[in-house]
């Protein structure tokens, strides 16, 4: 079982930019490709960006230029750093990781951008 923990939400002002974490646990994490998601209030969970194992990433149109998602195999990390913040990206975001045809979730952070 992996776990996953995320971490780094918060209040932002709009315009304002924040870091999020996810740890996962296992020996493995270089071969997990990673993906955020997030849900804001009555809506469903949406994709978010991504990174593969190879480092390769992807990003939905909505936040491309202003996210970057990134991992550091040593720290067993993947981070999503978040620019040029808007109130329409007020969500609990959700780290994912994946191997092997087998999910991961966390319990979720939560990002308010709001002045």
């Known amino acids: 079982q992996v776990q996953v923990v995320e971490s780094g939400g918060g209040l932002v002002q709009p315009g304002g930019s924040l870091r999020l974490s996810c740890a996962a646990s296992?020996?493995?994490?270089?071969?997990?490709?990673a993906n955020w998601y997030r849900q804001a209030p009555g809506r469903q969970r949406e994709w978010v960006a991504g990174?593969?194992?190879?480092?390769?990433?992807n990003y939905d149109d909505s936040v491309k230029g202003r996210f970057t998602i990134s991992r550091d195999n040593a720290k067993n990390t993947v981070y999503l750093q978040m620019n040029s913040l808007k109130p329409e990206d007020t969500a609990v975001y959700y780290c994912?990781?994946?191997?092997?045809?087998?999910?991961?979730w966390g319990q979720g952070t939560q990002v308010t951008v709001s002045s």
């Open positions: 994912n990781v994946e191997h092997g045809g087998a999910e991961y």
């Open positions: 296992g020996s493995i994490f270089r071969l997990y490709a």
């Open positions: 990174i593969a194992p190879s480092y390769r990433t």
